[in-house]
């Protein structure tokens, strides 16, 4: 597979060599200063385009161009929006990138209530506590119709969980769960997330996964005629939060989002770490399932825990059995192959490594620490390296 590396621009502290030095020879990244719904300029994907080439690298992903609200919920000006879609698309086909990961999840993306989880080894992880999560929901941002969300013994645990609470670990529990996620175009204070959750009021998940649906007929086309594969991101966590409607968690939505609009352009991002969170998925079986619609993987591994929690596993250890999904993974890369596709080899990453070693108390993006992914990447390069031994 194709070793690539998420890079959040000129502001990453992780710099373009050091990609290089972890092995990686791709860069996943975005215009994320101009991430807002317009259209992107072919001089600024030009530019991007040659800061990672100068550093010996390949821009071999775009993740994301962005879908905006009003798409997602068809309202306002989401028919120019639209436009400006298929614009970037024709643009960033023009620049030879041909590979863009999205995501439709309503107002949020990746979302963790702790971004700094003490692990067993010293370092620290991204996690989800559902208890936390129903604490802030419920009882801190009162949410309308939170409680029909939320198991009753849940509840009383949130209680007395946010009884406990400081207010610097409240005011960092909204923080990360409202405020912050790193490439997102705008934050959040309470009020102005109420207003946005208002928004989806009306909007059921069939209306949303319609509105997927009508998205993607629109701009399917223009990716064909681009050469460009599109690749949705499944909902992180792939389970409701905040009441709002998912449409992308599980082996069914998958299925019924490319056979909705069947074409090689309209595609999976097989998320290990996302679809990995829900006791729903079988990712070993999802990676055979959807192979030939897969057309870029993140590599990562979650620990469930019993209550709906989760968090960051390393990468090869968790709930996933990673040599069986990459295994299936190198298999449908011989198929490609032997059909003489020039796009036989799937993009991955390193997805959410664990702040360890010299990144512990640096400025990093939570999940995007240098060294834990360097060390996921190496382990996951090894596993490529010995199936690919054992078959030869």
Known sequence: MKQTWRWFGPSDPV????????????????LHHLNDGRAWPADEIAKRKAEVECAGLTWSVVESVI????????????RELIDNYKASIRALSQAGITTICYNFMAITDWTRTDLDYPMWHGGTALRFDIVDFCAYDLLVLKRAGAEADHPADRIEAAKARLAA???SDLARLETNLIGWVPAREFIFDRESFCRALDVYREITVEDFRQNLFAFLRE????????GVRMAIHPDDPPFPIFGLPRVVSSAGDAAALITAVPSPSNGLTLCTGSYGAGRQNDLPDMAKRFASDI???????VT??????????????GDTDMVAVVDALLAEERRRKADGRADWEIPMRPDHGHAI????????????????????????RGIMRTLETLRA
Do not use: W
């Open 15 to 30: 710099l373009l060599p050091h990609i290089r030095q972890a092995g990686a020879t791709g860069v996943v990244t975005a």
């Open 295 to 301: 057309h870029f993987a993140h590599l990562r591994n």
């Open 219 to 226: 701009i399917v086309p223009v990716a064909e005629e681009e």
């Open 67 to 78: 879908v905006h609200e009003e798409v997602k919920t068809r309202s306002g000006r989401f």
């Open 357 to 380: 070693v010299d990144d512990i108390g640096k400025k990093v993006n939570p999940g995007y620490s240098c060294i834990g992914r360097l060390k996921g990447l190496a382990e996951l």
């Open 165 to 167: 609470m400081s207010e």
């Open 304 to 317: 469930k825990e019993p209550d709906g929690s989760f968090h960051e596993a390393e990468h090869l250890e």
